[in-house]
């Protein structure tokens, strides 16, 4: 089963009963890069043949069509997520439109005097620090401006609101599973494992101050571990996988 998230992600369950969903990161993308991830999200119980369902209440009315008997229009509701795709390459971000009913056009502003009329483009910042970026849609019936604030190239020790933060990942080196404490609860985190050559291999969400991740189908050797907080890089390290 594969269904399509509010997130613009592709999520498929599992044949067997397994703890795991699979995900197709682009799925605008041809070919290999899609980025399809086995096993790339590990559930807190056994799955078989389902996905949670994500009604979509954004459909808006079909324009011009006999259904449309109220004489609405879709005026467009601008949105957008973002993530850092090559964690060697910190100030390149990519910018994915999640927009609703119907934008026609797409107008970004990422903050740094550039702009970018692509539906999701890929923006690589001169230098570190903080940036307002604004995504306004539009069609014939009206326009939309959402704005989130990015840190591209910004670490835990210059955000204030961080500097007493502190993780601990171990026992480095491993084996089956790696174990994760934090001092503190982080909303809508992320921790992600890379191979030394910035490929993504692994990744759970981070649902309380304490959690394992399995990693017995993992191979031997080095990898970069990562906590992001909405794909704000928070804290990294290093950790040795044994055979």
């Known amino acids: 089963m594969a269904q399509l998230a509010p997130d613009g992600k592709i999520y498929i369950s599992t044949a067997g009963s397994t703890p795991y969903l699979h995900v197709i990161e682009y799925p605008d993308r041809k070919g290999m890069a899609c980025t399809v991830r086995q096993r790339a999200i590990e ?28 004489g609405l229009d879709n005026h467009p509701l601008a949105n957008f997520r973002w993530e850092q795709e090559d964690t ?28 970018s009329q692509d539906t ?4 690589l910042y001169d230098t570190a620090g903080a940036y307002q970026v604004c995504l306004t849609v539009s069609n014939p019936y009206g326009s939309d401006t959402f704005c989130q604030t990015l840190f591209p190239g910004v670490t835990s020790a210059d955000n204030p609101m961080l500097q007493n933060f502190s993780v601990e990942v171990y026992p480095n080196p491993f084996r089956e599973r790696l174990a994760v404490s934090m001092n503190t609860a982080l909303k809508d985190a992320v921790f992600r494992l890379y191979s030394t050559t910035g490929q993504l291999v692994a990744t759970k969400p981070v649902m309380d101050r304490y959690f394992e991740m399995e ?18 890089r928070i804290k990294s390290g290093k950790c040795v996988k044994l055979d």
Do not use: M
């Not at 060697?88 to 702009?115: K, M, N, R």
């Not at 999701?120 to 923006?123: F, L």
């Not at 970069?224 to 909405?230: C, G, P, Q, S, Y």
């Open 43 to 70: 559930l807190p119980n056994i799955n078989v043949y389902s996905l949670p369902n994500h009604p979509n209440f954004r459909l808006g009315p079909d324009d011009g069509s006999l259904c449309d008997t109220l």
């Open 88 to 115: 060697l390459s910190p100030l390149q971000t990519t910018f994915f439109d999640l927009s609703s009913y119907e934008p026609a056009s797409w107008y970004w502003e990422f903050g740094d005097g550039t702009v």
């Open 120 to 123: 999701s483009p890929v923006h």
């Open 215 to 232: 990693a017995t189908a993992l191979p031997g050797g080095f990898y970069i571990w990562e906590l992001a907080v909405k794909n704000q």
